[in-house]
């Protein structure tokens, strides 16, 4: 069955990075484009960063832009967001998605992601 499975969220000061993976299977990863979305308690679920299935082409939210950079291992399938200079405003559970979501209730477990002093 389709599974996603985030991790390397942790508590890290502002300024400090993370690095978050995200391994998929059940699926032909190849083909799909990507996505990392945040959830923020009290917020809607917002997208970060997203990847074209080859790899070519990213595109970032404004507040992340020139902070996070998303990459992806089509032979592993696994997605990463590499988040630099982090600040209190990234906290938030990390969640990764298809784009073409054929499997809207399929969610991982996320990556939890804790900034502060």
């Known amino acids: 069955q389709v599974q996603f499975v985030e991790s390397g969220g942790g508590l890290v000061q502002p300024g400090e990075s993370l690095n978050l993976s995200c391994a998929a299977s059940g699926f032909k990863f190849s083909t799909y484009s990507m996505a990392w979305h945040r959830q923020v308690p009290g917020k809607e679920r917002e997208q970060v960063a997203v990847i074209s299935a080859a790899g070519t082409g990213q595109n970032y939210a404004l507040d992340v832009k020139g902070r996070f950079t998303i990459s992806r291992n089509n032979v592993a399938n696994t997605v990463y967001l590499q988040m630099n200079s982090l600040k209190p405003e990234d906290t938030g559970v990390y969640y990764c998605?298809?784009?073409?979501?054929?499997?809207?209730?399929?969610w991982g477990p996320g990556a939890q992601v804790t900034v502060s002093p």
């Open positions: 998605k298809p784009i073409r979501d054929q499997w809207p209730q399929t």
